[in-house]
């Protein structure tokens, strides 16, 4: 019987409830983790519960808007309540609007980087006691953290500024053995932002062979593809890999003289 990477440990997943934090929550469960989830879509939220505890996982969700400082603190005081700590704590909750950056309102770039840049340094600030020593932290970037697509200006800014602060964390929390990565998926199928992209293209189909076409694996992620990439950040196999952006992209962001 293989074992199970994650056996015994407590992770908390934000954005829980989208294509990427469901099949993170999945994968987690199936290598034996202890979970507490974070989303803001309740009835999503219900099926994916229901599900894991079908399977026999150990489960609680807590629904609620990421932006919120209370809703943050509640998310620790529930994972403080349950297990008193926490050894993989994944930051995936993430927005976008795609527009040009004149064309994005002042509500719209306040999500954006409330969602994607101030909503991770408050999971850490109000998560850091419960952080478990030699704990592993997952934050989702982007491909768009190093490079610029049509109508993400504002999104690619934000997710930019994640590359400090993973860099920041892992220097600030090593001392304790606390690793701190990033996630940098390219374009990835199924439910999740770039398919929302590919479908409100004015044409998704040649949007669709146009993003396979520039990629060199010749297809798209998957939300395995992601979650896979997540065990592997919070198991021991990358017991000494931090301050890193895993870029996982199929080749998409390789610099080529076309």
Not at 8 to 31: D, L, Q, S
Request: glycine share 10%.
């Amino acid at each position: 019987m293989a074992v199970k990477e994650l056996a015994g440990r407590v992770a908390v997943i934000t954005g829980a409830t989208g294509g990427i934090g469901a099949a993170i929550a999945r994968r987690f469960a199936e290598e034996g983790a202890k979970l507490v989830l974070a989303g803001r879509n309740q009835k999503r939220a219900a099926t994916l519960m229901e599900s894991l505890r079908t399977d026999g996982a150990a489960v609680d969700f807590v629904i609620g808007d990421i932006r919120s400082n209370a809703f943050i603190e509640g998310l620790s005081e529930t994972v403080r309540r349950t297990h008193g700590h926490v050894d993989a704590l994944v930051l995936n909750a993430g927005a976008i609007t795609f527009a040009l950056a004149c064309d994005i309102t002042p509500d719209q770039f306040d999500e954006m980087m409330d969602v994607n840049v101030r909503a991770p340094w408050l999971c850490v600030r109000a998560l850091y006691s419960l952080l478990a020593d030699r704990a592993s932290i997952v934050v989702t970037s982007s491909v768009s953290a190093s490079t610029h697509f049509p109508g993400e200006t504002v999104y690619c800014m934000s997710k930019a500024a994640l590359t400090p602060f993973v860099h920041g964390l892992a220097v600030e929390l090593g001392e304790r053995g606390i690793r701190v990565n990033a996630l940098c998926p390219g374009v990835i199928g199924g439910e999740g932002m770039s398919q929302d992209a590919i479908n409100a293209s004015s044409d998704p189909r040649t949007e669709l062979a146009a993003n396979i076409a520039n990629t060199p694996l010749r297809r798209l992620g998957s939300l395995e593809d992601i979650a896979d990439a997540t065990v592997f950040l919070a198991s021991d196999r990358s017991a000494f890999i931090t301050g890193t952006n895993l870029v996982i992209d199929g080749g998409l962001t390789i610099p080529r003289i076309s």
